[in-house]
C-alpha cells in the first residue's frame, strides 16, 4: 500500500461519464495521489471493490464522485476506502511508511 484515504462518502455517482473517480484535489494531495494514478475502491456499505484512476476535483469541495460503469458500484452516501500501491524494491518496501489519510467522513474534509 502506498497510501489510502480512509473512510471517505460518496458524494456523486455520475453514470454518464466516461470512467474513474474524482477525488477533492485537497484530499488527493494529503494522500499522495496522483491524477490518473490506478486505485482501489473498497464500499464499506456493500461490499463492493473495484479498480479505477484518480481525477482532480474541486479543491476543498469535499467531492468524491464515481464515474461510469463504477457509478453502478456505490450510492451516494456509501462510505468508501480508496488504496493506492506502488511496486518497489525490497529495501525500499522494508522503510516505506504509507500515508494513510482519515478525513472526516461527514464533510469529505481535512482534519485539522
Not at 7 to 18: G, S
Amino acid at each position: 500500500m502506498k497510501s489510502k484515504l480512509h473512510r471517505v462518502t460518496i458524494t456523486q455517482a455520475d453514470l454518464n461519464y466516461i470512467g474513474s473517480i474524482t477525488i477533492d484535489e485537497a484530499l488527493m494531495e494529503a494522500a499522495d495521489l496522483l491524477e490518473g494514478e490506478r486505485v482501489q475502491v473498497v464500499n464499506l456499505n456493500n461490499g463492493e471493490r473495484l479498480e479505477t484512476y484518480v481525477i482532480r476535483g474541486e479543491r476543498n469541495s469535499g467531492h468524491i464522485c464515481l464515474n461510469g460503469p463504477a457509478a453502478r458500484r456505490a450510492a451516494v452516501g456509501d462510505v468508501v476506502i480508496v488504496i493506492s500501491y506502488a511496486w518497489m524494491d525490497r529495501a525500499e518496501a522494508q522503510t516505506y511508511k504509507p500515508v494513510v489519510v482519515f478525513p472526516d467522513t461527514a464533510t469529505n474534509k481535512l482534519l485539522a
